[in-house]
Every structure is written in structure tokens, then in C-alpha cells.
């Protein structure tokens, strides 16, 4: 057995802390923006409809990758501002297709299918689906698609838009003599 010196050891020492506290998962202990699903059908409807929200239903397994990479990774960025997207128009509804059947009736059709079970969900239309998916989602598809479902609102009175005045202008046909 060969002996080293202590500087050698000390060295060793130092490096053995730093691979065990780069392991340590600090950016958990950071998200402080982490989304609140909620975790029944009922819930979610109710309250997309008091704050005018669509519902984006998640149905899969907690030991499912796909279905946890979707909800805690992909779900959480910042960057594209899924996160905040979701935030600001969404009411997330996590479904645990083990214990509930809630999320069945968005399975309609599907046969067999990967999870997660992905749903933009008007509340006032609670038992049919915007647009679904199944699996992973590609990020920037993903972001998308939440995008797409986002109206924006309309100008109330014609003072209220400077482009307005475009709009009502007829076209005029340019003729080249």
C-alpha cells in the first residue's frame, strides 16, 4: 500500500466534496415559480372558469419519464416562458390515470397511447378537448401550441386601436396603365 503525502490526501479530500456538492440538487430548492396542478376535474374547471383560464391536462404516471419530464421539466422553463404562459392563461390539472378516470373522456379514440395524455380544455365546454397530444412534446411545439389557444383581446371601440382606421378603408385596386 502505497502512502501519500497529506497535501495528496487533502487534495483528494477537497475534490471528493466537490463532486458530492455539484451532485446536490440546488436549482430545486430555487424554483420558486413552480406551478400548482390541481388534481381533480372538478377543481380545475371551477376555477378556469372564475378566472377565465383554458385547463391544460397532464394525465399520466408519477413513474412514468415521459409524463415527469413533461410536468416538471418541460412545463417549468422560463425559456421559451412556458412557465409563465401557463401561469397567466392556464389552470394545470394533473390526472393519475392509476387512481382516477377523469381523464378517460379526452382518451376517447385513442386505443393504446404513450403518456402523458396532453389537453387544452375550454372550461365551458368541459368534456371536449381544444387539441390533444400524447408523449413528449417537442419545447418549442409545445410553446406553440399553448400560444395558439391564447386570444388576444380585441379593441372595444375604434379610439381604442390606432390600426383600426386601416381596417375600414376599403381597398383600392392598383391599376398599372
Known sequence: ?????????????????????????????AQAGQLTWQTSKQAAMSLAAQQGKLVLLLAGRSACSYTTYM????????????????????????????????????????????LPLICVIDPADSDNYLDRSTGIQDINAFYARLQ????????TSPEDDSTNEQAIIPAIPLLLL
Open 1 to 29: 500500500m502505497r502512502n501519500h503525502s497529506p497535501n495528496y490526501r487533502k487534495s483528494l479530500y477537497y475534490v471528493f466534496l466537490l463532486v458530492i456538492a455539484s451532485s446536490v440538487p440546488f436549482f430545486s430548492l
Open 71 to 114: 410536468q416538471y421539466t418541460v412545463c417549468e422553463l422560463t425559456s421559451p416562458p412556458i412557465l409563465s404562459t401557463i401561469e397567466q392563461n392556464y389552470i394545470p390539472w394533473y390526472d393519475d390515470v392509476d387512481t382516477s378516470d377523469e381523464w378517460r373522456t379526452y382518451a376517447s379514440g385513442l386505443g393504446t397511447f404513450y
Open 148 to 155: 395558439s389557444h391564447i386570444q388576444e383581446e380585441e379593441p
